[in-house]
């Protein structure tokens, strides 16, 4: 279901890549492997959220999705690339991706009004 999806794939894989991302870059081929990996699980699961029985809507929840799926498709071609400044441009695409779905759907998490109870740095920290 979509809380497992989030939980155990698309919350962790995001961190990873914003925790590489703020602590400079990956530093090496483990870690750059490592990117790669969590840069296919947010675009595969961007497509898993957009199946029926998960969709909720075929308007907002699939643009929504789809920002993930281009997320980390970015991502996975800036780990190919080895190219740093890449994924790091990407950090504000992650955290959009994130908050233009948490406003529709968890606006307790992310009131509408652009205020929210946890700021991203302080998540990944």
């Not at 907002?60 to 400044?85: F, H, I, R, S, T």
Request: hydrophobic share 40%; proline share 4%; glycine share 6%.
């Amino acid at each position: 279901n979509v809380k497992q999806l989030m939980l155990d794939l698309i919350h962790p894989s995001s961190n990873d890549i914003l925790l590489a991302i703020y602590r400079g870059g990956p530093k090496d081929e483990k870690d750059w492997a490592s990117v790669r990996r969590s840069a296919v699980t947010l675009a595969e699961s961007g497509n898993m959220l957009m199946m029926r029985g998960r969709a909720h809507d075929q308007g907002e929840w699939m643009k929504d999705a789809k920002l993930l799926v281009d997320a980390g498709n970015a991502a996975y071609k800036a780990a190919q690339a080895k190219d740093n400044a890449a994924l790091a441009a990407l950090a504000p695409a992650f955290y959009a991706s994130c908050t233009t779905c948490h406003k529709q759907d968890r606006p307790n998490v992310f009131p509408k009004d652009g205020g929210s109870k946890w700021a991203i740095r302080a998540e990944i920290s």
